[in-house]
């Protein structure tokens, strides 16, 4: 949560010359999102999403984030659509950072998800792999397996002193997982959606956001990362209810292949890995006492301790 | 800027049950407000403002605010209005934590103030001031000249180190500014209206608000309040054009008195030797490093200097 960029009514009101939606009318800075500066703002015209781009957004990135969203807004994927600017572009620059307006969304995040909501999610995923097929732009998963050991091992004391006997089981999470993409199906995936990167409204999907971590991947790797944050209870259990609702809303679209199935273990395993990987990162870069928690690692260290006991995609509810 | 609660959808809908305001359709932390959670919310029947009042505002102190503000709405003064529970309250619970529910208001704060806005502000203030004169409520004023003393001199070690000389003069500051309330026409003030406690549409105030230290003090005192907030440039320089509209603005409404005129240059400097006081002792509680800066003191020693040679209201504008 945090606005980095201060920006002014006047910053406003000259961006805002840059497009075709009427005047401002409020503007507020919205507590949401770690790396951007986000306002929710409203105009002549209606309300609108400002985004600035701080530091962990590669600005070269935007432009496959922005056609992503483009395409699937203009296939009726309830997906913030970019605003285009009367030059055409949908990157703007305020005080020489990048940024754009997206049409805003109404719907609320689920907290605790329920089982509806994970059916809900499971068809939204898979309407969203469709709707991407004909989606040309390619993009590497920056936070593929190659990326995992890199923040990892350099961080192993650090996991073990959070827990004792962590150090070695990553270690050996690191060297089965290495593998899970080969062979299954690929396209344009979003690779992080939490219950926090989406919408509900009466438990049906309104919107799905935060695409700044989409790539060109294993699409069952998209599943394999909702598993893990869609249907796990407090505590760390794995909520098999959730896991079929999940995989059975996907499946009423795109039915899973033998490959897909067979690889669900892997994949689950991997994406807990990629997680806990930036978590332990983040965790090792906060100083002590800083006002800003970082995400629990152990969290997904526990998660891992699910998946190593997993055997097929049965665990999962598939 | 901060969002202490991290209110659920679960709680929001649990939340709305109580009032007549349909079911939640949005919800946004806002990233505004250092001591109370603040959050824009969109139901089935519009928008609201809800806040969940955190350590710094006094539960027994919510009646008068809000009956306050509930006052001025009524007379179609641009105040966020508090709005009623099923059962007649306004005030909620949330956690345990009182929690309010007001209407939406449109407009922009201005960061750099023009003379049109400062014109505005006094004509707003005057307003205000006269549709509270039948306003019967009343709380003192915790941050009247009883309260400088106590913040500013366990700190003038502080204040010295800031600035060579400044714990000398603050001192006699002190000294002169104590009876700066007497004889003056009293009713209940805002107290704090800086320009991000105002929103404009077209250079017209479209909302005054966050009234957290409204008492009922010295009218003239909002407007030194007024002057210290609205009328200075960077590098406070008293700006005598911003300090005549604003002043001319408030007395095209009503007109000062002999005394108000007399006691302006004395209610200036008090007023700015308040907030002196309490970034002083902001100032003193931040520690090293910390993500939030404070608000700088010396501002106001710098504006202090400019009351300190002010002889008469002519100095201000009057």
Known sequence: MAVYTDLTDEELRALLTQYDLGRPRAMKGIAEGVENSNFLIETDTGRYFLTIYEKRVARTDLPFFMALTEHLAARDFPVPRPVKMKNGDVIADVRGKPAAIVTFLTGL???????????????????????????????????????????????????????????TQIEIDLALVADWRSGLPTGAIHADLFPDNAFFMNDVVSGVFDFYFACTDALAYDIAVCLNAWCFEQGSAFNLTKGQALIAGYESVRRLTDEERRALPALARGAALRFFATRLADWAATPEGALVKPKDPLEYADKLEFHRRAIGAGDYGA
Do not use: Y
């Open 109 to 167: 995040s689920a907290r605790r998800t329920t089982v509806q909501q994970c059916r809900a999610i499971g068809v939204a995923l898979a309407t969203m792999h469709e709707k991407l097929e004909d989606f040309t732009m390619t993009r590497p998963n920056a936070l593929g397996p190659e990326a995992w050991a890199p923040l990892i091992m350099p961080r192993l004391a650090l996991a073990e002193e959070l827990r004792q006997g962590l150090a």
